[in-house]
């Protein structure tokens, strides 16, 4: 009983996000990047991103999605479902993660 | 016909969820432990670079750091591992709808029914397992039976990432040689007192006499003999059959002693909010309250009280704990841990006396403004908006009261009653 009751800081700044809408990831991580995402909710239920808009600000259309999976990301650290993205002939995996947030593999130099 | 019982055990859970989320644990000691700052400082999970170091679940993170001093702790995240938990249970959900969690990381299925689309038991293991591994990032371990008891004993057998089967042709082989400390329910008393009998393996208990097993154990005996010789008959049970729930509480170790009326006050104002949220959530009110106090030599004391009408009501629920806590505790010590339970659970609706003592308008504004406050919480945050009292210690009232630790433990094997089938065992041998 109890144990796993913890001490959070509360740190509020700016709007309060929910909860359940903090990204899974604080620490730093390279290879992870969160990018704003429009998408469409089909009437069968079904969702599908159009655009994402990278960490610069330039937007990128989707043209095609190849495949849709539950897949778990070792390199970038994570777990959600993923698209397979085809932007400007370069295929991508874009993840969400079931929590309104939505990321990609980050390439580094290293 | 044999029932096909797998039972699928996460490898160091906690620990590789975090190791998932953050690549850079892949290669280095790790454990999930509570936050020292908070004074929560033991290890619930670590990964099995540590584990080859010494690091033993329960540890105090000191004593972990000990035995490996280059260790990372990372505080737990409870709502984290419930999220993964329930992704891995869509996966097997896709396979049978007998499911049976035995905490957060351990399940048992029954795919007895769909071994004729999907192939035998070995099969559906490892295509699970490698579901698990690709869809989540997670390893597991998996045992494949024809009882529950030998499928635990099966995913215990080889870790990290194993299948391993006992069928009918090698469990005398395979199972037979371990250790009998391994079933469950031989802990180490009733081990103790096999092993006074000569009595060190599981082979060993399946090959001694029941009914001299019952004269010594009782009925537990029988049933460590069905356990033992692969007869345990327990269903797995369906999905989301959970039991009834008895009592609703919530208890914490503070993030310092407390040390005056004022911050038992606080500290049980956050405690009754959070229970009597849960008890209006799931439509229940309450007529036992309960109080439970730790003090800082680990000595505790408790006690309930049966109050007149059934409450949900958070100021009437901290009313009575704050009696309860006065009544068993005289400040001989400070205080490290706290709690509150709300047990006789009722339905929110059932009719009531109403006392003379006690206005129903006022009860009524005052479950009004709880469910106010639910609502802008909901909304705005668990901080949005707060009790008065909780401004006069920051650091005490930052304890965030809402985690989800009721939903954690293991139920126990027994919970729906002794179902293992036991009793006939001493018939079939008369």
Not at chain 1, 11 to 39: C, I, Q, R, S
Not at chain 1, 60 to 79: F, H, P, T
Not at chain 2, 88 to 103: H, K, N
Request: glycine fraction near 8%.
């Amino acid at each position: 009983m109890g144990v796993y009751d913890y001490h959070r800081e509360i740190t509020v700044t700016g709007p309060v996000t929910l909860y359940e809408k903090m990204p899974e990831v604080t620490a730093d991580n390279p290879y992870k990047a969160y990018v704003d995402v429009t998408a469409r909710f089909t009437r069968d239920g079904e969702l599908v991103p159009l655009s994402l808009t990278w960490e610069d600000g330039r937007t990128y259309e989707i043209d095609r999605v190849r495949d849709v999976q539950r897949l778990a990301s070792r390199k970038a650290g994570g777990a959600g479902i993923c698209y397979f993205c085809t932007v400007r002939g370069q295929e991508i995996q874009l993840f969400y993660e079931m929590n309104g947030l939505w990321f990609v593999t980050r390439k580094t130099d290293d | 016909m044999d029932r096909t019982i797998l039972h699928s055990d996460c490898n160091c859970y906690y620990a590789s969820v975090e190791m998932l989320h953050q690549p850079k644990l892949w290669d280095i000691p790790m454990a999930v432990g509570g936050d020292p700052e908070a004074r929560h400082g033991i290890i619930l999970t670590a990964n099995y670079i540590a584990k080859r170091r010494g690091v033993k679940t329960g540890m105090a993170l000191w004593q972990a750091r000990q035995v490996c001093p280059e260790i990372t702790f990372v505080p737990p995240r409870m709502d984290l591992y419930i999220k993964f938990s329930r992704m891995i249970r869509e996966i097997y959900s896709e396979y049978t709808d007998l499911i049976e969690p035995f905490g957060l990381d351990e399940a048992w299925l029954d795919t007895s029914g769909s071994c004729s689309v999907k192939g035998d038991g070995m099969r559906i293991a490892k295509e699970i397992s490698g579901r698990i591994k690709k869809e989540i990032g997670i390893t597991v371990s998996v045992g494949v039976s024809w009882n529950k008891i030998y499928a635990k004993l099966g995913s215990d057998y080889k870790k990290p990432d194993a299948i391993t089967e006992f069928s009918r042709q090698n469990y005398r082989e395979k199972a037979f040689p371990l250790p009998a400390g391994d079933l469950l329910y031989v802990g180490r008393s009733t081990q103790r007192k096999l092993h006074n009998l000569g009595i060190t393996t599981i082979g060993e208990l399946a090959g001694t006499d029941p009914a001299l097993l019952q004269r010594i154990f009782g009925k537990v005996g029988l049933m460590l003999y069905a356990f033992a010789a692969g007869l345990d008959e327990t269903p797995v049970s369906p999905e989301h059959t959970e039991a009834p729930v008895k009592s609703i509480g919530n208890s914490t170790t503070t993030p310092r002693d407390l040390t005056c009326d004022e911050d038992v006050k606080l500290v049980l104002y956050l405690l009754s909010e959070s229970v009597a949220k849960r008890c209006r959530e799931n439509g229940f009110a309450g007529q036992v309250i309960e109080i439970y106090v730790r003090d800082n030599e680990l000595y505790s004391v408790g006690r309930q009280r049966k109050i007149a009408v059934p409450t949900n009501i958070s100021h009437e629920i901290e009313a009575v704990a704050m009696e309860l806590f006065h009544e068993v505790y005289h400040w001989h010590r400070p205080i490290r841990s706290i709690g509150v339970r709300v047990a006789d659970l009722k339905p929110e609706s059932i009719p009531w006396q109403i006392s003379l003592f006690q206005s129903p308008e006022q009860r009524e504004k005052l479950l009004a403004a709880d469910r106010a406050a639910d609502d802008i919480r909901r909304r705005f945050g668990f901080h949005a908006v707060q009790r008065g009292i909780m401004y006069c210690d920051r650091y005490l009232s930052s304890l965030n009261a809402s985690a989800d630790d009721h939903m954690i433990h293991p139920h126990s094997y027994l919970e729906r009653g002794n179902r293992t089938g036991a009793e006939k065992i001493l018939h079939l041998n008369v």
